[in-house]
């Protein structure tokens, strides 16, 4: 049967506008709203044009795109709840127009299947019906397939340029209450500027990556710097939350094969993905690339079952005892807890693996040593002092892991910008315990 023939089937949902779809939202409904490149314009833009919607709470991860419903003049209809948060909501989070949860990236599918967030509709970009009737959540599984799961209503956008993909990510479009057909471009992320800084930094985290490891990643110059100089590498393997166009020459070459895995082997395991057309055509249709729920790709105890994990993550600030800071500039948040202690956790459980923190050791060009003696008042810590393995920065590599706060202090020193060496040195001799 045609994809044709299933949507116009009297036991499906018929094809809708956008307007007829968002229509099945009411005033006070909590809603989920899919992310990153599989974010449903068509409904957020009809949501917002149908004056009568008020009062909803919009619960979501990174969101791309036209994004109006988080404008001022609509502040009070719409209530947005990020769970991360990306640079457009950032000042209304600050301003007090919109919310920030703080919540392991692990941990979001329990809130919407426990009903601790009891979610009544929920809106997804998905990938056109096959012949059995199943479409896709396409390039991001991560909350939504809980949401799809959990919520009583599901509102669709069937986008065909959407990648169908592989894994957890099929939604049988019986589940589905209403929809509307698109054929438009997903959104890109642009490429990240890899500087002199960055491309130091990626040099030494390669040098921690040995032939077989298994990589956790994100999004960004120094991820990128990364694997740009894993080339020489040897079956390498990818069990992360997300990826984008940085790990395709790896894919591409077979640098990456995941063939020494032990969960999901032979297979590149993401949560979500985000990036270029490129990535969205080498994802579609791919049985080697899987997307299954971040409670999966982020339990550390099954990250923990392959070996030589080495997880790559960001931080703004490291204080000298290891706490590091990950998602606030003092009391703003800036992004969100995400994924990073679930993957700094599964990396040192697994077998050889090595949770790296990697950061510039300047902000505000070179006025800000972002190794601090204290973390800013306010910032929040994301991986406890008690967690913390490698941090790395442009000036060198250490590992914290068995030592004491006066040998983590040293060591996070060595590897501060030289210019605020001695600054941090005195401030140091001021605490007793060191």
Known sequence: MSSTQLLSSPALPTESSADDVVSHLRAGMRVFVQGASATP???????????????????????TGPLRFIEREHSERFRSVSFFVGAEFREPVAEGRADFMPVFLSDIPRLFKSRRVPLDAVLVQLSPPDRHGLCTLGTSCDAAKAAVESASIVLAEINEQMPRTHGATAVPLSRVTAFVRTNRPLHEGSRPDIGPVETQIGARVAELI???????????????????????????????????????????SGVVNNRRKAVHRGRTVSSFVTGSRRLFDYVNDHPLVELHPCDRTNDHTLIRQNDDVVAINS???????????????????YS????????????????????????????????????????????????????????????????????????????????????????????LAGLRHY
Not at 41 to 63: Q, S
Not at 215 to 220: N, V
Not at 386 to 403: F, I, K, M, N, S
Request: some cysteine.
């Open 41 to 63: 314009t068509a409904l957020l833009e009809a949501m917002v044009d149908r004056p009568a919607l008020r009062d909803l709470r919009l619960y979501h991860l990174h969101l």
């Open 336 to 427: 969100g807890i995400g994924g990073q202690m679930d993957f700094i956790r599964g990396a040192a459980e697994s077998l050889r693996g090595k949770p790296v923190i990697a950061l510039p050791s300047t902000a505000a060009h070179g006025d800000v040593s972002r190794i601090t003696l204290t973390l800013t008042p306010g910032a929040g810590v994301v991986t406890t002092r008690g967690h913390v393995h490698w941090v790395v920065t442009e000036y060198g590599a250490v590992d914290l892991h068995g030592c004491t706060l006066r040998e983590r202090a040293d060591a996070l020193i060595s590897i501060a910008h030289p210019d605020h060496r001695a600054a941090l040195r005195r401030e």
């Open 315 to 333: 931080a703004l600030q490291v204080d000298l005892s290891g706490q590091v800071c990950a998602d606030s500039l003092g009391h703003r948040i």
């Open 210 to 252: 040995d032939d077989g490891a298994c990589l956790q990643m994100g999004i960004g110059a120094i991820p990128d710097a990364v694997l740009l100089r894993l080339g020489g590498k040897n079956d390498l393997g990818v069990h992360t939350e997300m990826f984008s166009d940085g790990l395709l020459p790896l894919l591409e």
